[in-house]
């Protein structure tokens, strides 16, 4: 067990919109990889980070208050990052399934 946490409902906290952010880098030298690991680690916005293998390097999930707070987060926050070459965002509009964890059989 990792850890326990409350399952909160972002909507009802203000944050209306979660966006899927796909950041290609320009460089994926281990040291470059690991210094955007290490500043999107500071970001509240960024609620899961994933490096990817293929054209795009890492998969952000983003959540934010509305479409105008994820567009400054987006050029003043992310697009001006160290090594960042572009973005692609993708807006949630329902989520159909979110389970944590993983599934453990019972037999």
Known sequence: IRSYHADLDAAKLGYGITVFAMVSLRSQAESDLKAFEDYVGG?????ECYMLNGEIDFLLKVVAEDWGSYQKFLTTRLTSAPNVSHVKSMMVFRTAKQLPGVSIPTE
């Open 43 to 47: 970001l509240a916005e960024v609620r």
